[in-house]
């Protein structure tokens, strides 16, 4: 395949990158990547052991002494670069995040351009990494506030966004004068691999150390573990599942580490009886069924106003009976396959704990099977009657279900379901009135990350701030001011004059 090539993809590849060299150990086990798409074998990945790991860690130490005092809009230059590299093989990288992960071309390409434009915004980031000043109680002292540098920065990556999620993290953590140390998912490691050659040409280019980007694909219970207890690693982000976020947080807030933490959500959509139902429909098909309802912020629940809930109903059955399931590289095709054969028995089994439960699957729901559908990762997206309380309700499933809620009354009932989980990712109303979209955005509103209106809940722009509360782990990557927390913040107080008078007018004379 011509795209694998492109990218510096073989048959063989090693896993550990120290920015300009793969360590070549062949000892820790080989993953074997086929494609969710067609089951076919892609390549296999070398895991780094530990000492690779001790490696790899020491030449990102080694490259931060170096470019913490690069002046940040000089390593805004390197972000840019890497940007237009990123321009170059967009195409490629895209393909390939498609056919490893199983998204649909268009938004693997998507993924790569959300990694151009979190360089472009970097960039401009650079040259702003602003402080404050303060005025001083005491006279002739100044007071202003700083940003430095932290140290190696080291994300931690999830299956769903083999790429775009890392530069996120990256490219910030970059022009604040941070290194990396990548850990992807060992179930897209190809896609790491491809992207960790394109930001070595741009370091090579530049003559920069090698240690600003590097890379270690391990287990999980080795690597993944010497990660979160290495107390030179100041900050580590993760994305991934409530569960792991939980340990992570545990592990590292004990070494007083610090973590920024993207985990579960259960994003819901508010449909009031004032919703425009024209633009409501495809916001919620492709929330719940885009990316086969594995993002993050895929829709999992539709809460309804009664006075409109039959027609919805209606409306959405027929939305999902239109839709093409099916090798996602083909753009026809509205949906793909599930990561692998595992996320297939979640689907199914957490339809199986809806019946339990009372609940209705009124749609979809089968695995399939036959020509095309080879791989077994495909399956037809769900829509279920439910009730929030449910316990499968209250919890994420990695797959394409949507739970249809009905609510009466004022939206502040709808707000109420809602809220009524423990994650807090992203949500959306669906209304013109007015006082419904205040009161939505409002104290007492959304309780959510994201909250927004007459819009989707994925498919958020890199220039807002990015994360949720509760058990989505607070966190924020992205925009607005997340570049903050890649960053160590220092107040530096000055005394220019000749007295040394105390703060609170203490006196002490000697
Ligand atoms: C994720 O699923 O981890 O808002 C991230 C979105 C994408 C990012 C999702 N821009 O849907």
């Not at 895929?298 to 039959?310: E, F, G, M, P």
């Not at 499968?392 to 609510?407: D, G, N, R, S």
Request: charged residues 20%; aromatic residues 8%.
């Amino acid at each position: 395949m011509e795209f694998l090539k492109q990218l510096g993809i073989k048959e063989k590849n090693f896993g550990c990158s120290t920015g300009q060299n793969w360590l070549e150990t062949t000892t820790e086990g080989e993953l074997k990547i086929y494609s969710p798409t067609n089951g076919k074998y892609i390549g296999s990945v070398y895991q780094c052991s530990e000492a690779d790991y001790e490696k790899v860690l020491d030449t990102a130490i080694e490259a931060f002494k170096y470019w913490r005092m690069v002046p940040a809009p000089n390593r805004g230059e390197v972000v840019r670069q890497i940007g237009l590299k990123l321009r170059e093989y967009k195409r490629p990288l895209g393909t390939l995040v498609s056919y490893e992960m199983g998204k649909s071309l268009q938004e693997g390409m998507g993924e790569v351009q959300e990694m151009i434009d979190i360089c472009d915004f970097a960039v401009g980031q650079s040259r702003q990494l602003y402080g404050h000043m303060m005025v001083s109680e005491r006279p002739m002292h100044r007071m202003y506030d700083q940003y430095h540098p932290l140290g190696v920065v080291a994300t931690i990556s999830a299956f769903n966004f083999p790429v775009a999620v890392w530069s996120w993290n990256a490219m910030l953590a970059a022009i604040c004068g941070d290194t990396n140390l990548w850990k992807p998912s060992s179930k897209v490691p190809l896609s790491a691999i491809a992207t960790q050659n394109i930001i070595a040409e741009v370091v090579k280019e530049n003559n920069l150390p090698e240690g600003l980007f590097t890379l270690v694909i391990g287990r999980g219970a080795t690597i993944g573990e010497k990660i979160l207890n290495d107390k030179r690693i100041p900050l580590i982000s993760v994305t991934g599942s409530t569960r792991v976020g939980r340990h992570a947080g545990e592990v590292v807030q004990r070494r007083f580490g610090r973590t920024i933490l993207e985990l579960g959500g259960n994003n819901a959509i508010i449909m009031t009886p004032e919703a425009d139902l024209k633009m409501a429909m495809p916001a919620v098909v492709f929330g719940a069924v885009g990316t086969a309802g594995q993002r993050c912020t895929s829709t999992r629940r539709l809460i309804v106003h009664d006075s409109i809930y039959a027609k919805v109903k209606e409306s959405l059955l027929k939305a999902y009976g239109g839709l093409k399931i099916g090798d996602p590289l083909d753009e026809n095709n509205h949906v793909g396959p599930l990561i692998d054969k595992n996320a297939v028995g979640d689907f199914t089994k957490a339809l199986e704990r809806l019946k339990v439960e009372g609940g209705t699957v009124i749609y979809g729901g089968e695995v399939l099977s036959g020509e095309g559908y080879e791989s077994g990762c495909y399956v037809r997206p769900a829509i279920a009657e439910a009730d929030n309380k449910y316990e499968i309700v209250q919890e994420e499933t990695f797959a394409p279900i949507l739970y249809l809620l009905k609510y009466s009354g004022n939206v502040s009932n709808a707000i109420a379901i809602q809220n009524g989980v423990e994650q807090g990712l992203s949500s959306s109303i669906f209304t013109n009135n007015m006082r419904e979209v205040e009161e939505y955005l409002s104290a007492v509103g959304s309780d959510c990350g994201i909250a927004n209106v007459n819009i989707g809940t994925s498919g958020a722009e890199i220039g807002g701030a990015f994360g949720g509360e509760k058990e989505t782990g607070g966190g924020r990557e992205s925009g607005s001011e997340s570049w903050k927390l890649y960053m160590r913040l220092q107040t530096n107080t000055i005394n220019w004059g000749t007295q040394l008078p105390l703060a609170q007018g203490i006196k002490f004379d000697i």
